[in-house]
């Protein structure tokens, strides 16, 4: 059995960490009326593995404070109750404690409580239950509030559950980084001609020289510089100019503009070089977007 009190909190190194994150913190922006939000959460860790599907885990229950203001007893025997259950039925609905409650006193902003607790998982056998729950309510006597006092301003938080899906996913592989992902793009304008302007992330496996192209799909056409590339990883923005045709641009049913970006990785052979493409993404516009007269800015 651990909890912890900290305002900065911590972690350690393990194989994989899921966290489900609480809503976003109270505004403390001057003139903000204070607030105290006690929030409930639970953070899962894959500690270690004994099969594909198997192993120890880690389930952390936390309350904190995303709120400006303190939250305090209002008298000797008022404390907030914070508790991590496991429900392993309908039965019973906020199932057993795993621990003994931690009684709190006051919780600052930023301040946390955690209750950590371990058990052996099978992904095979826990397809429904168990649940954990983390939880936490007034206890003891609540007293008269002082001045200074701020209620709990949000109690939708005050509750986390997850499920025994969310344990699992913790012994799913983690999908493969695609090598080749457009990330933004903005249309740079021009007369009788729109330029696309794509910023494309890269993840290559090889170290030799590579490059990137880019090419536009019938019934349009279009010109674009390759874009050569000597790291392994990392971004780089392509052009793409594309003429407009006014006429087209009032027509409802025009297709979208469709451009394939290409990943190559250079090829030595003996006697001569060549150029093999590992990787494509598509992106579409759609034509009136691109080529009207104020088709210009920032898009994503």
């Known amino acids: 059995m651990k909890y912890a009190s900290t305002t900065t909190g911590c972690c350690a190194a393990v194989l994989l960490v899921l966290s489900l994150v609480a809503e976003?913190?109270?505004?403390?922006?001057?003139?903000?009326?204070?607030?105290?939000?006690?929030?409930?959460?639970i953070e899962l860790a894959l500690i270690s593995k004994s099969g594909p599907g198997s192993g120890r885990v880690r389930i952390t229950g936390v309350v904190k404070n995303l709120g400006n203001a303190a939250w305090t007893a209002t008298s000797p025997s008022h404390r907030l109750q914070v508790v991590l259950a496991q429900r392993n039925?309908?039965?019973?609905p906020e199932g057993e404690p795993v621990q003994p409650a931690i009684a709190i006193?006051?919780?600052?902003?930023?301040?946390?409580?955690?209750?950590?607790?371990?058990?052996d998982w099978e992904t095979a056998k826990h397809a429904s239950y168990p649940r954990f729950i983390v939880r936490f309510f007034d206890s003891g006597q609540v007293g008269a509030r002082p001045a200074a006092y701020s209620l709990d301003c949000r109690s939708a938080n005050n509750r986390k559950?997850?499920?025994?899906?969310?344990?699992?996913?913790?012994?799913?592989p983690a999908t493969p980084e695609k090598p080749l992902k457009a990330q933004s793009?903005?249309?740079?304008?021009?007369?009788?001609?729109?330029?696309?302007?794509?910023?494309?992330?890269?993840?290559?496996?090889?170290?030799?020289?590579?490059?990137?192209?880019?090419?536009?799909a019938a019934p349009y056409a279009g010109t674009s510089d390759e874009v050569p590339i000597n790291e392994s990883s990392g971004t780089a923005k392509i052009r793409v100019h594309i003429p407009c045709d006014v006429k087209e641009i009032s027509d409802p049913n025009a297709p979208p503009v469709t451009i394939t970006y290409r990943l190559w990785g250079s090829?030595?052979?003996?006697?001569?070089?060549?150029?093999v493409p590992s990787f494509s993404v598509?992106?579409?516009?759609p034509y009136r977007?691109?080529?009207?007269p104020d088709a210009t800015g920032n898009t994503n």
Request: aromatic share 6%.
């Open 24 to 41: 976003g913190a109270v505004s403390s922006a001057p003139g903000a009326v204070p607030c105290a939000d006690p929030a409930a959460d």
């Open 89 to 92: 039925s309908k039965a019973r």
């Open 105 to 119: 006193q006051q919780l600052a902003p930023g301040q946390q409580y955690r209750i950590d607790h371990q058990v």
């Open 161 to 172: 559950e997850i499920t025994a899906a969310d344990i699992n996913k913790l012994f799913q």
């Open 185 to 216: 793009y903005r249309l740079l304008g021009g007369v009788g001609v729109n330029s696309v302007e794509t910023q494309l992330v890269y993840n290559r496996r090889s170290s030799n020289a590579g490059k990137l192209t880019a090419s536009v």
């Open 267 to 275: 090829l030595s052979l003996p006697g001569g070089s060549g150029w």
């Open 282 to 285: 598509e992106q579409s516009i």
């Open 289 to 292: 977007a691109l080529c009207s």
